[in-house]
């Protein structure tokens, strides 16, 4: 027993020491505790301030002081009341706040009683407040307690937790410093605001942008984080509250963060001050439960980030502010108006129903106040304003177009609820919206887009919402209506809920047998609908689209679709793999182009989003050949244009989606989109679609009656005897088209056969579209007058997070944009139509038009960034706005048998403002108490701005002051001497810069100048924030010029025919009575030549070409041109004659410079000599009196090809047509000289004989533009145009020159064609057309071997502007060269030249040099989109230039590539897809070589191998009710029609048969039927050539192929299989005969193979699932070929035979074998009656 109370004892103690350790290690409870009995006094303060990186802006803020109190009223809960809140103000520059009192006492009239809240152990629970206590209020309480959250662990000092705050579930990072000896605590936390579980944000108008949430968090551009200090005294009795503060800080960049982010910072500070003992008392009036701690959003989100609006009565104000609207709109006071417009949609968000239907009935009638009343509906988007809506169009108060514009504004905007969304339920069974299908479509498709936003808040989507979707679908398929269906999809995929997925694959055969009678459009509508459903399920929607897209039975654009569907699931690299591992088996070409171009498209992308789908098509193009790259534009492809821009982070993708389908040759659908990216989000901005089938029946005669001809009934009966062959389905005309906006689509159209035949009806000449014509010139008649406005909500995006203070921080964009027409226009015709009218009697009519048009468009953004609530707003306020406003007033009269044609205008009199562009930011600060005396301050601090100076007001040609241009990347002739701007920045104090500059263009003859306006001013940081938030304007403005007298009218006429000369020789002479008295006795040509001043003209040119002799002469350079010293020299020269053309032209004031320039001179062509000698041996210099250019030239193919097969394409030089020799020259020095021969000269001088076409033809055209004036003559210009077209040879002239006397100024412009070889240009103004000169070349020739063209820019001298855009487009370009691909190369060329070569490597690819003075630009084989034609079984680098010199025959011959053609010469066949064969034709049996496998069954051409002779074939074609046979008899071609010899000779064309021509040329017979789809048919006797319109591919069948691009499935026999082989591909087209009387004794049969087979280990029987050729019965064969045939095999037992011919093609196919196919017969034992 003592030994039991020992150990007892023991054990007590040891218990004793172990609970003192723990009593001592544990922590001290530091949660705050407030005692009860007593109030807890504290001092509050709240600042929130926005400001920018640059101390120096403007700033705004809230500072809210006051007195916080707290007592305990139970064990968790506790009363908090906020005392004497004190808000204040601050805006602008000076660190000072202002008070406010009157919002002061509004917020202290909410914060009169206590509010109750739960607080245990440092968390804050539910909060309590009265009922009518406002939300604004009551978030300011959660500001103040938010302080009081803290989470205390026992055991730790730093930990990291997800702690509830006002902001959401954030993780927490908690720091504990405890001083225990002075019984105290300091405690910090963090907050990640981007870290949240749950977090408080509510996003407004972004339904359609959807977030990457696995985008960096670099990306964003919103970040915040919080920090907490608390300050905690405890002892014995607890712990308590000392102080706290929080400093929160949301940094926001527009841009990336090193190009400048604003800030936004709030800080709190609770200290407390004492203590007193009697209690808070409790709230008189009963408190509801409001919630946690949680930010709760109300108030703000009516409260449209615009300026404050108090409203107190709705009515009454929105009659007044809608009468203020409509007034400052027929003030054209647009941006009023603007503003107007917003302010109604915030009334109206809060109007009832009676007082919208009050302001209805007293506008109604007033025609102006419509659009305006119904746009605001629109835009407000509250469910009163829908349901108003809803009534309007059940009560026909609008008509149908009205309702066509209104129903998808209000659709789209629209706040999708509960009550709202029944409301469009009851849209989509309205009586009115079903009689109007164009309503009835915009109905569903958006109820279909307010489901989609709905659901996209909610957590689950009630499928009740997309029950009425579903039973549209349900009962268009029960009725087999195929718009309804396609109505369903569409409205279904607008939805985008994963609910529908069985729904929509009941529409795919897929997954459905029952869609497969349904048309392809269907299908491809039920995968489109798959698209918004992936942005939910990817996983789902990825394997649905791979399943289709491997289905080989569907349509190929079917297919095409789900690739595009699968992609834009962004699948990982396996899905990528193994789509491509299936295109290397892919049976159709058009899918596996399309998919591979789409891999390479998004393998090319720059796209952050897109990285990861970018790196695995990259890896997955890897797997595939070359082959699929080579393809033409006759198949499938994706084009794709896109850009990023990491600094602004941002960036767009233009994608083209070109689906092209086997029975066209052009894309049957095209889908284009454009999607926008920026920061960590994505946006579908706009996607058109456009489909069509059938349309070639539309490009052809209708009225042709193919189904009672012979023809058609004969191919009836082929059909039959070739097994398995069916015609192809009827394809009836349609084209289809929808749009999408923001990813919805919201519009659709179907047109069918009957449409579309109405359509041409009437657009193409039948009987009934005279009167169509005179009603339309009645209506003409009747004139318009009116008006019309159109304001739209452009789009309102709100983005809204809590601060800790409690007031709501908003992100928040709104646009309007006003469109407006004015016009009064009258139109009177003379005669007037009778009766009777014939469209021909407007070629003879007058017509007057009297206009008043006056367009104006108007765009206004605000921005804002900051606090915005219903009470006050602070932050800053960003305005950016267009406008364009014109006005066209003009009389006309057109003359129609006289070629006349006069415009009358009336000047400018007074400065007018055409377009305009403005931005500005403010730092603003507004109240409701004290609406009217908002503060706003620039961002900028007041300070002078420097005015524009006289200098710059000047024109843009005379502007000068050194810019920033690099010499390094200018060519120095656009940057000697001109290298200036008018750019004048200008700093001060505050840190900013002004920018001003002026162009203007002043038109003195009419009076009028028009000027460009920059003015901005931003800060001195180079940062795209600090721009962005900078002042910026730019403006056109159009103002009179003071001139000498004014000026009444302006005046244009045209005067076309022989009466052109008359009226130049008429607008002379006009007012001048001496030039009318020697009018009649002086030659019009003679005259006119001396009223255009063309006697000046030549006579400066003779001058100049004299100098230009003289200076020829002492520098050995050639004489070429027209008018003046650039002449056609320029255009063959090389930069040695470049420089003395430069020479030249400073030779008058620069003799002394003679030396200088004969020096460079020598230089150049030491430097040329020396260059070319090493070269080549085969180089020699030229010259002669003709070409003394000093022009290298080298001879001999063979030195040539080796130059050029180790030179770079940049080296070579374009030999022109005309030049002989082949071969390209090598540059080998980095100035060389051009290609020139006497060639050119001969050119030249034909260009120059006559100088002036004037001198032996009369203009064809004549052009005066005047000005009246009240005292003085008529000032403008005048222009003449004279022609003069030859064979192989054209020209054309243009004169223009000031109708006034003493001017000197001319405008010359000469074009010229000579063998269609050489195109050549001139452009020449200024002083007797000597100032300015630009000339052009273009030329046909060789580059190296190949087939090229030259086309050739030159300049001697050009204006300012000129070259201003010339250095702009020079410093781009090497950059815009770089992303597109193209190698670069420094390289001095002609100072004044720009050269660029196009070589036809092959028909696919071509080379591409461009050089520049200083640049060369060059790639070498890229793709073309359509391949070019070339010379049949010519190889292309074997072709001479005379095949490539003809312009007109490139283009007939690009045309003729667009047709199909087949051959057959001896055993060779080439077909329509371009597949080539071999195959002997067994002798006397036709084959079918084409034939229309449409249900018009136009055509049928055979084919038969005489038996004398294996060169020797025969044809026989059947078209319409004739039957033409061409053969070969002793020698001879023959020909047979109908079984006859044609009745006359050559050219023999059918009276019935439209079109029918048959032909004898180069000894050989031509059929011609276009109307029948047969373009020509060759025949000599060894060689059959066919070619058939575009119009018939993928129409077609027989040996020659379906010409539907599909090589892949070439060998397809009549019932669609898929021949092994050539040969079981020819026998299968054989036409079968009568065994007796035929001479064709060979049959197609299904044989069993006679070689023991065994089939999965066990002995088996087979049987070929197609046909093989066999003789007759009775017959043996001579002769046999093998072929590969697909066998079905059995057990050996079966009782399967070949008795009975069973469907063995329905079998399937098992073994592979070869078997022999008898090609021959021997038919002595065939037993035939007699």
């Known amino acids: 027993m003592n030994n039991i109370l020992k150990d007892l004892q023991k054990w007590v103690f040891f218990m004793n020491t172990f609970l003192s350790f723990l009593t001592e290690g544990q922590k001290q409870d530091l949660e705050p505790v407030f005692h009860m009995g007593k109030t807890y006094l504290y001092s509050y303060e709240s600042i929130i301030m926005h400001r920018l990186p640059d101390r120096s802006l403007a700033t705004a803020g809230l500072r809210l002081a006051s007195k916080v109190e707290i007592s305990r009223v139970s064990h968790t809960e506790h009363l908090v009341q906020i005392r004497s809140p004190k808000l204040e103000e601050h805006n602008g520059f000076v660190d000072s706040f202002t008070p406010s009192s009157k919002l002061s006492e509004t917020i202290a009239a909410c914060l009169n009683q206590p509010l109750k809240f739960e607080y245990t152990e440092g968390r804050v629970g539910t909060i309590f407040a009265p009922e009518d206590c406002p939300v604004l209020c009551t978030n300011l309480v959660r500001g103040v307690l938010n302080l009081l959250q803290i989470t205390i662990k026992k055991t730790q000092n730093v930990y990291e937790i997800q ?92 841009f990336n963060e090193p190009n400048g982010a604003a800030v936004v910072e709030a800080r709190q500070e609770l200290s407390l001050v004492g203590t007193k003992r009697p209690p808070l008392s409790a709230p008189t009036s009963q408190l509801q439960k409001q919630g946690s701690l949680r930010y709760h959003f109300s108030g703000e989100l009516l409260q449209m980030p615009i300026p404050l609006i108090r409203i107190n009565n709705p009515d009454l104000q929105l009659t007044e502010t809608l009468r203020q609207l409509v007034q400052n709109n027929e003030r054209g006071d647009t941006k009023e108006a603007s503003a107007k417009f917003l302010q109604m949609v915030q009334l109206f968000r809060v109007a009832t129903l009676d007082q919208i239907e009050s302001l209805w009935l007293r506008f109604v009638n007033e025609l102006s106040y419509r659009p305006w009343f119904l746009s605001t509906i629109c835009a407000a988007g509250a469910t009163d304003t829908f349901r108003f809506l809803k009534q309007k169009i059940h009560d026909r108060k609008l008509d149908i177009w009205e309702a066509a514009v209104t129903l998808p504004l209000a659709f789209h905007f629209v706040t999708p609820n509960k009550k709202t969304l029944e409301i ?71 939805a985008g809920e994963p609910a529908s997925i069985k729904r929509i694959l009941k529409f795919l055969p897929t997954f459905s047998s029952a869609a497969t009678s349904l048309p392809n459009r269907i299908h491809a509508d039920a995968v489109l609908a798959f698209r918004k459903i992936a942005r939910k399920d990817p996983a789902k929607v990825r394997e649905l689209t791979l399943q289709v897209f491997m289905d080989s039975k569907l349509a190929p654009n079917v297919r095409m679709v789900a690739c595009v569907v699968l992609f834009e699931t962004k699948p990982a690299l396996p899905t990528v793999t193994a789509l491509a591992t299936s295109l290397l088996t892919e049976p159709s070409l058009q899918v596996a182009s399309f998919a591979y171009s789409h891999m390479k498209t998004l393998a090319a992308s720059r796209i952050p989003q897109l990285y990861k789908l970018s790196a695995a098509c990259n890896i997955a193009i890897k797997l595939l050949g070359p082959r699929l790259d080579r393809l033409s534009y006759r198949y499938s492809k994706v084009i794709q244009i896109s850009d990023y821009s990491f600094p602004y982070q941002a960036g767009a993708i233009w994608r083209v989606y070109l689906m092209n389908s086997p029975s066209t040759i052009f894309p049957s659908d095209i889908i284009t989109k454009v999607r926008g990216y920026y920061a960590n989000t994505a946006m579908d901005i706009i996607e058109v679609a456009f489909r069509s089938q059938g349309l070639t029946k539309l490009l052809r005669k209708q009225n042709i009656p193919f189904a009672e001809y012979d023809t058609y009934k004969t191919l009836k009966e082929l059909g039959k005897s070739l097994l398995g062959w069916k015609e192809l389905p009827a394809e009836d005309p349609l084209i289809s088209a929808y749009i999408k906006v923001l990813g919805q689509e919201i519009a659709f159209v179907d047109i069918d056969k009957d449409a579309i035949q109405q359509m041409m009806t009437s657009l193409t000449g039948s009987s009934d579209w005279q009167p169509v014509v005179k009603k339309v010139v009645e209506e003409v008649q009747r004139g318009v007058s009116g008006s019309w406005t159109l304001p739209v909500l452009v789009g309102e995006m709100r983005h809204i997070v809590p601060t800790v203070v409690g007031l709501p921080l908003e992100l928040g964009l709104c646009g309007a944009a006003v469109a407006q027409a004015a016009a009064d226009v009258d139109v009177k015709v003379s005669p007037p139509e009778s009766d009777d009218f ?115 007001r000047q024109s843009a040609e005379g502007s000068s002051k050194p810019g920033s241009w690099k010499q390094s990347s200018i060519p120095n002739a656009i940057s000697k001497g001109y290298r200036r701007g008018s750019e004048e920045p200008h700093d001060n104090n505050a840190r900013r810069r002004f920018y001003t500059r002026r162009f203007c263009k002043k038109l003195e003859v009419l009076g009028c100048s028009t000027c460009l306006s920059l003015k901005s001013q931003h800060s001195l940081r180079n940062t795209y924030l600090h721009t962005l938030f900078g002042e910026f304007e730019a403006k056109i403005t159009l103002k009179p010029v003071r001139a000498d007298a004014d000026i009444d009218k302006i005046e244009l006429e045209v005067q076309a025919g022989s009466k052109a000369a008359s009226k130049i020789i008429e607008v002379s002479s006009s007012g001048s009575k001496e030039e009318g008295e020697a009018a009649p006795h002086e030659d019009i040509r003679a005259k006119l030549k001396k009223v255009l001043g063309i006697e000046e003209v030549l006579t400066a040119a003779n001058k100049t070409r004299r100098r230009t002799k003289r200076i020829n002469r002492e520098y050995k350079t050639e004489d070429t041109g027209l008018w003046a010293v650039s002449g056609l020299s320029h255009l063959s020269s090389s930069s040695s004659s470049s420089a003395a053309s430069s020479a030249i ?526 003789c007759v019965k009775g017959c043996s064969a001579t002769q046999t070929v093998p072929v590969s045939v697909g066998f079905h095999c059995v057990p050996a037992d079966s009782a399967l035979s070949l008795d009975g011919q069973p469907k063995l093609d329905q079998k399937p196919e098992d073994v592979v074998s070869s078997v022999p196919a008898h090609t021959a017969c021997s038919c002595q034992q065939q037993a035939c009656p007699a």
């Not at 957590?459 to 009962?475: F, G, I, R, V």
């Not at 008043?852 to 219903?870: C, E, L, S, W």
């Open 1145 to 1670: 032209s400073r030779e008058l004031g620069d003799h002394h410079r003679k030396d200088e320039i004969r020096q460079s001179w020598k230089k150049l062509y030491s430097r040329s000599s020396s260059g070319s000698s090493a070269s080549s041996k085969a180089c020699s210099s030229s010259s002669s009196q003709e070409d003394n250019s000093g022009n290298w030239h080298c001879h001999g193919n063979s030195e040539y090809s080796n130059q050029q097969a180790n030179s770079p394409v940049y080296q070579l030089l374009f030999k022109p047509a005309d030049e002989q020799g082949t071969g390209g020259e090598i540059l080998n020095i980095s100035i060389s000289s051009s290609s020139s021969s006497a060639s050119d000269e001969d050119f030249s001088r034909a260009m120059s004989q006559p100088e002036f076409l004037g001198d032996s033809k009369l203009p064809i055209l004549a052009a005066v533009l005047r000005a009246f004036h009240r005292i003085k003559k008529p000032t403008g210009f005048q222009l003449v145009l004279y022609t003069d077209t030859q064979p192989k040879r054209w020209r054309i002239q243009m004169f223009g020159s000031s109708i006034t006397g003493p001017s000197r100024w001319k405008l010359c412009a000469d074009a010229s064609m000579i063998n269609y070889r050489k195109v050549s240009g001139f452009l020449k103004w200024g002083k007797d057309c000597q100032d300015y000169d630009i000339a052009t070349h273009i030329a046909t020739g060789q580059f190296a071997a190949f087939p090229a063209m030259q086309m050739k820019l030159e300049w001697l001298k050009v204006p300012s502007i000129i070259r201003t855009t010339a250095r702009w487009f020079y410093s781009f370009l090497p950059g815009a060269a770089y992303l597109l691909g193209f190698s670069q190369r420094q390289q001095l060329g002609p100072s004044h030249q720009a050269t660029l070569v196009l070589a036809l490597t092959s028909p696919r690819t071509c080379d591409v040099v461009f050089r520049l003075p200083e640049l060369t630009i060059y790639d070498t084989a890229i793709s073309l989109p359509l391949p070019v034609p070339s010379h049949p079984r010519t190889p292309i680098s074997a072709f001479p230039s005379s095949d490539w010199k003809d312009f007109s025959q490139a283009t007939l011959s690009l045309i003729e590539s667009l047709k199909g053609h087949c051959t057959v010469f001896q055993n060779k066949i080439t077909t329509f897809n371009g597949v080539e064969f071999n195959y002997s034709m067994p002798a006397k049996c036709y084959h079918v070589l084409l034939q229309d496998c449409s249900p018009e069954l136009k055509f049928l051409v055979t084919v038969k191998r005489l038996e004398e002779s294996a060169d020797l074939t025969t044809i026989n074609v059947k078209v319409a009710d004739h039957e033409i046979d061409m053969y070969v008899s002793d020698g001879f071609i023959q020909l047979k029609i109908n079984g006859a010899p044609p009745p006359d000779d050559l050219p023999y064309s059918s009276k019935y048969a439209t079109s029918m021509l048959i032909n004898s040329e180069k000894k050989r017979l031509t059929l011609k039927a276009p109307d029948y789809g047969i373009d020509k048919i060759y025949y000599d006797g060894h060689r059959i050539e066919i070619q058939v319109a575009f119009w018939m591919a993928g129409k077609t069948c027989g040996i020659c192929g379906k010409y539907d691009a599909e090589i892949e499935r070439e060998y397809q026999t009549p019932s669609g299989y898929l021949a092994k082989d050539a040969v079981s591909f020819g026998h299968s087209w054989i036409i079968s005969e009568d065994p007796c009387t035929g001479a064709c004794k060979l049959q197609r049969q299904l044989v069993q193979s006679e070689k023991p087979v065994s089939f999965e280990k066990t002995a088996a029987k087979c049987f070929s699932v197609e046909p093989v050729l066999r």
């Open 838 to 952: 014939k469209p021909s009697q407007l070629w003879e009519a007058k017509m007057d038009i009297y206009a008043d048009i006056r367009p104006k468009a108007y765009f206004h953004v605000i921005a804002m960034m900051g606090i915005n609530t219903q009470y006050f707003q602070s932050g800053y306020e960003y305005h950016a706005e267009f406008s364009a406003n014109t006005t066209m007033k003009f009389d006309a009269r057109i003359n129609m048998e006289e070629k006349n044609l006069k415009i009358e205008t009336l000047p400018c009199y007074q400065e007018a403002e055409i377009a305009a562009v403005r931005s500005e930011i403010y730092a603003i600060s507004r109240n409701m108490e004290e609406v009217d005396s908002e503060k706003k301050s620039q961002i900028f601090p007041k300070g002078e701005i420097p005015r524009i100076s006289d200098k710059q």
């Open 424 to 494: 469009a339920s009851s849209f989509l069974t309205c009586p009115e919206i079903q009689k109007v299908l164009m309503h009835r479509i915009i109905v569903y498709l958006g109820y279909g887009s307010m489901v989609n936003k709905y659901c996209a808040q909610a957590l689950l989507c009630p499928n009740e919402l997309l029950q009425p979707l579903h039973d549209l679908a349900t009962e268009a398929t029960s009725k087999g209506d195929a718009k309804d269906m396609s109505l369903a999809l569409k409205a279904t995929g607008n």
């Open 163 to 254: 702690e509830a705050g006002i902001e959401g579930i954030c993780q927490t990072r908690y720091v504990i410093q405890d001083d225990s000896e002075n019984k105290r605590a300091t405690i910090s936390k963090s907050k990640d605001l981007e870290d949240c579980q749950d977090k408080a944000v509510r996003s407004l108008g972004v339904a359609y942008v959807r977030p990457c949430p696995t985008c960096a968090l670099k990306a964003r551009n919103i970040k915040g984080t919080e920090t907490f200090t608390y300050q905690i005294k405890y002892d014995d009795s607890g712990a308590s509250l000392t102080s706290a503060m929080s400093d929160q800080l949301y940094q926001i960049s527009p």
